[in-house]
């Protein structure tokens, strides 16, 4: 059995998020920002481009290393790669419950569309 999030039920398999999520031509592959202090992978964040803007498509930090900062300094990274590219826009989402990524985001500078 797969795992399981709690409000999207079963996790992609690796085969379905590669295809679906890194094997498509919006990924941008230099836009992918790693947390590997040492030899561990501790965190990520994945930016794809659009023509009018880039997304940060997802984020993850292992649980050990949440509320440390992680989330934040791989976001920073790939906002400062977007920016060096000339993107003049970046977008994210996040749920609507996850106070932590929506304090994140602020301290970023990402506002609500309006």
């Given at each position: 059995?797969?795992?399981?999030?709690?409000?999207?039920?079963?996790?992609?398999?690796?085969?379905?998020?590669?295809s679906q999520r890194v094997?498509?031509?919006?990924?941008?592959?230099?836009?992918?920002?790693?947390?590997?202090?040492?030899?561990?992978?501790?965190?990520?964040t994945v930016l794809s481009?659009?023509?009018?803007?880039a997304l940060v498509e997802?984020?993850?930090?292992?649980?050990?290393?949440?509320?440390?900062?992680?989330?934040?300094?791989?976001?920073?990274?790939?906002?400062?790669?977007?920016?060096?590219?000339?993107?003049?826009?970046?977008?994210?989402?996040?749920?609507?419950?996850?106070?932590?990524?929506?304090?994140?985001?602020?301290?970023?500078?990402?506002?609500?569309?309006?």
């Amino acid at each position: 059995m797969r795992p399981r999030h709690p409000e999207r039920g079963a996790f992609h398999t690796r085969k379905e998020y590669r295809s679906q999520r890194v094997d498509v031509a919006s990924i941008d592959p230099p836009g992918v920002a790693l947390a590997l202090p040492g030899d561990r992978w501790v965190g990520m964040t994945v930016l794809s481009r659009h023509p009018q803007h880039a997304l940060v498509e997802m984020t993850g930090v292992v649980r050990d290393r949440h509320r440390k900062g992680v989330s934040s300094a791989t976001k920073a990274v790939g906002l400062r790669y977007a920016a060096e590219q000339g993107v003049r826009r970046v977008k994210t989402f996040h749920h609507p419950a996850d106070a932590a990524a929506i304090e994140a985001n602020r301290r970023l500078g990402f506002v609500d569309d309006s």
